[in-house]
């Protein structure tokens, strides 16, 4: 994850660096606030990538001496096919049709969205798949 951390740590220095040099020459509000919210997502996901690494053991691809066969085994739960974002998409289009033709079809939208996300959340709990 070091690795990772230090590429989007590069990223982040060089929009920061441009940032002031694109106000100078164009003064454009909008791009050079592209650029300063662009450095504080590389800062964040900056951030995420060393708390990772800090707690997890080194990986085998960060390593000089690591083998390929050292990454073998299981990289983690993958979930498989699953119907709820499905009926969560529905669940926001009716609600966006709700805004466009009366609020009592968003609110219907509404109820059947929060079925779906707590559907969505609670899948793996029962079922075929539970853990």
């Avoid at 119907?83 to 009592?104: R, T």
Wanted: net charge negative.
């Amino acid at each position: 994850m070091k690795t990772e951390a230090w590429i989007f740590a590069s990223c982040g220095i060089f929009f920061l660096l441009i940032a002031p040099i694109y106000w100078f020459l164009t003064q454009e509000v909008t791009g050079t606030t592209a650029l300063v919210m662009t450095f504080f997502l590389c800062a964040l996901v900056v951030f995420y990538l060393g708390v990772v690494a800090k707690q997890i053991p080194a990986r085998p691809e960060d390593r000089q001496d690591g083998e390929i066969a050292e990454g073998a085994g299981e990289l983690g739960f993958f979930p498989p096919f699953s119907w709820w974002p499905l009926y969560a998409a529905g669940a926001f289009a009716v609600c966006m049709l709700g805004i466009v033709f009366g609020w009592w079809l968003f609110i219907i939208g509404a109820g059947f969205g929060a079925v779906a996300v707590c559907g969505w959340v609670f899948e793996y709990y029962r079922g075929l798949h539970a853990h």
